[in-house]
T-cell receptor, first 108, second 116 residues
Framework: SQQGEEDPQALSIQEGENATMNCSYK?????LQWYRQNSGRGLVHLIL?????REKHSGRLRVTLDTSKKSSSLLITASRAADTASYFC????????FGQGTRLTINP | DAGITQSPRYKITETGRQVTLMCHQT?????MFWYRQDLGHGLRLIYY???????DKGEVPDGYVVSRSKTENFPLTLESATRSQTSVYFC???????????????FGQGTRLTVV
């Protein structure tokens, strides 16, 4: 079974709104990563948060990590049409495993 | 050009045939991975490699074989293709923190394989 599970599976919001996606994982981690996949393309790395960090920012992205709950969230603020994509979390120091992803649609 | 490339981009093969998907990276990253992506399953890890001559099974290794004689290449072979192996296959390589902890992974463009 996959290590990370994203929630919700699909999310549709209006442009300018914030989007929040969640990831739960099963075992202890060194770090947790978030990736974006545009339709039909390879995944692109967005941000990495280490196990001893609680929050990290990169531009309009904010990631939180709660190791006691084995969960992480990705917040995209002021969403744009170009943010339409699938978002995946990934864990695993050696065996890099991805969840099923959240399909985000930004409506104009 | 620097990066990670997969070939072919598209492949149609018949049931029972052997097919090899190629993956090449120019960074000398230690870790390399093969994933398959199917609707409803996200990305599932097939095999991964920590270094040349070191490979290990992922979540769905059955029916696949890998080798890694050189750091830059990580081919994936379907020994006898089945229709259930119709999928999009992604190769990736990863930067490591220290010797063994993955950080940022870089993905190829994918190979769309159809088994008929």
């Amino acid at each position: 079974s996959q290590q990370g599970e994203e929630d919700p599976q699909a999310l549709s919001i209006q442009e300018g709104e914030n989007a929040t996606m969640n990831c739960s994982y099963k075992t202890s981690i060194n770090n947790l990563q978030w990736y974006r996949q545009n339709s039909g393309r390879g995944l692109v790395h967005l941000i990495l948060i280490r196990s001893n960090e609680r929050e990290k920012h990169s531009g309009r992205l904010r990631v939180t990590l709660d190791t006691s709950k084995k969960s992480s969230s990705l917040l995209i603020t002021a969403s744009r049409a170009a943010d339409t994509a699938s978002y995946f979390c990934a864990t695993g120091a050696q065996k890099l495993v991805f969840g099923q992803g959240t399909r985000l649609t930004i409506n104009p | 050009d620097a990066g990670i490339t997969q070939s072919p981009r598209y492949k149609i093969t018949e049931t029972g045939r052997q097919v090899t998907l190629m993956c090449h990276q120019t960074w000398s990253h230690s870790y390399m991975f093969w994933y398959r992506q199917d609707l409803g399953h996200g990305l599932r890890l097939i095999y991964y490699s920590a270094a040349a001559d070191i490979t290990d099974k992922g979540e769905v290794p059955d029916g696949y074989v890998v080798s890694r004689s050189k750091t830059e290449n990580f081919p994936l072979t379907l020994e006898s293709a089945t229709r259930s192996q119709t999928s999009v296959y992604f190769c990736a390589s990863s930067v490591t923190q220290g010797a063994w902890v993955n950080t940022e992974a870089f993905f190829g463009q994918g190979t769309r394989l159809t088994v008929v």
